[in-house]
Nanobody, 117 residues
Framework: QVQLVESGGGLVQPGGSLRLSCAASGWIAEITAMGWYRQAPGKERELVALVTVLGNTQYADSVKGRFTISSSRDNAKNTVHLQMNTLKAEDTAYYYC?????????WGKGTLVTVSS
C-alpha cells in the first residue's frame, strides 16, 4: 500500500505561481512513477505531468513551458513537486497526486487550485 498526501493548493491570481507537493509513504520501494492529474468541474480527469524513477518526464501540452515536475526520494518517502508558473484561469481544478506501484495506481485526496482575480 502507498499513501499519498498533497499540499500547496489555494487561490492565486492569473499570472501567479503555486507549488504543489505530494509525499508518498508506505511501500514506496517499487513505485515506478509519480505524477499529477487534474479535474475541472464538468470535465474528465487529465494528466498534467509525471516523472518516472529514471527521471523521465511527461507534460500535458497545455502546461508545457509553465509547469515543472520534480521528485526526491529518501528511505522513508518519495516526494514529488509541481511548480506551476504563469497560471491561467483554465488551470483551475482539483489536482490529484498519483503513484504507480507494481502497475497499480494510487491516488491522493486532491488539492484545489483556483486561478482567479
Amino acid at each position: 500500500q502507498v499513501q499519498l498526501v498533497e499540499s500547496g493548493g489555494g487561490l492565486v491570481q492569473p499570472g501567479g505561481s503555486l507549488r504543489l507537493s505530494c509525499a508518498a509513504s508506505g511501500w514506496i520501494a517499487e513505485i515506478t512513477a509519480m505524477g499529477w492529474y487534474r479535474q475541472a468541474p464538468g470535465k474528465e480527469r487529465e494528466l498534467v505531468a509525471l516523472v518516472t524513477v529514471l527521471g523521465n518526464t511527461q507534460y500535458a501540452d497545455s502546461v508545457k513551458g509553465r509547469f515543472t515536475i520534480s521528485s526526491s526520494r529518501d528511505n522513508a518517502k518519495n516526494t514529488v513537486h509541481l511548480q506551476m508558473n504563469t497560471l491561467k484561469a483554465e488551470d483551475t481544478a482539483y489536482y490529484y497526486c498519483n503513484a504507480i506501484q507494481r502497475g497499480l495506481p494510487y491516488w491522493g485526496k486532491g488539492t484545489l487550485v483556483t486561478v482567479s482575480s
